[in-house]
């Protein structure tokens, strides 16, 4: 089952609701006893960046013995299915966004504390890493201008076509899924449609059954060829563990943003 980490699905048109970084800037996260390094990661200058690209960084840390064993410059990676499509026999626009982190805490590199990067009026340790956008996380698109409905469904996995086919049944109305259903594609006579309602209400079966019947007629046959979008995103979680004298770990917030 795919996991909302940063985003919500949607479908209905013009709702949709972004995630975005936390606004605590210290002692995020820390191990038990002890004391803990404060950090402070200052909000990235950038909310989306193409690959090869060097993102900025700067990090304030601090402690109360001065002394520190390991700074961890750490990632996670989350793959966000984004879908924006229009249905070609009923008005209807589809929009579909939810994110599957894939990886967690990966390490893009040890960073050695430098006592040089002392700053007396921040009374911190103040390092600038950089960190350049892996060429593997391009964002992959499919839409009219480069593909056919065929590659579009193609593209879809198993679960994105499954998601899209229920959400097609409950976002359209009775009107609607007659048109696709017995006027356009007859998968079905009007009796048989009509049998699917209960006072106007779709039933379990009848939901089942219409779900059969838009899969019979697939995604390709469905969308409007003339508007349709499909990317695979790749959102950049960044976060800083320092480990001071004492041994105690702390955790920065994360700082994020999406692969062009």
């Not at 106007?200 to 219409?210: C, F, K």
Request: net charge negative; hydrophobic share 40%.
């Amino acid at each position: 089952m795919k996991k909302a980490i940063l985003i919500l699905s949607v479908f209905i048109p013009g709702l949709l609701m972004l995630g975005c970084d936390a606004n605590d800037p210290i002692n995020d996260l820390s191990d038990p006893g002890g004391f803990a390094s404060n950090i402070l990661f200052q909000p990235l200058q950038v909310q989306n960046a193409p690959i090869n690209e060097i993102v900025e960084c700067e990090v304030e840390y601090w402690s109360k013995d001065g002394q520190f064993t390991g700074i961890e410059f750490l990632e996670n990676i989350a793959l966000v299915d984004n879908i924006n499509l229009d249905l070609k026999d009923v008005t209807f626009n589809y929009r579909y966004e939810e994110g599957e982190l894939v990886a967690e805490d990966q390490l893009v590199r040890n960073i050695t504390h430098n006592f040089t990067s002392f700053v007396p009026t921040k009374s911190a340790f103040v390092i600038f890493p950089d960190y350049e956008v892996p060429a593997e996380y391009l964002r992959l698109r499919w839409n009219q201008g480069n593909s056919n409905p065929e590659q579009l469904e193609a593209a879809f996995d198993p679960e994105l076509k499954e998601i899209f086919y229920a959400g097609i049944t409950d976002g359209l109305n009775m009107n609607q899924l007659k048109t696709i259903l017995v006027t356009v594609n007859e998968t079905v006579d009007e009796a048989t449609f009509e049998g699917y309602y209960d006072n106007g209400s779709l039933t379990e079966s009848g939901r089942t059954q219409v779900i059969n019947g838009l899969t019979t007629i697939g995604i390709a046959n469905l969308v409007n060829p003339s508007s349709y979008s499909y990317q695979i995103i790749h959102r950049v979680g960044l976060s800083f563990r320092i480990t001071n004298g004492e041994g105690v770990a702390t955790r920065s917030v994360f700082r994020s943003f999406n692969v062009n």
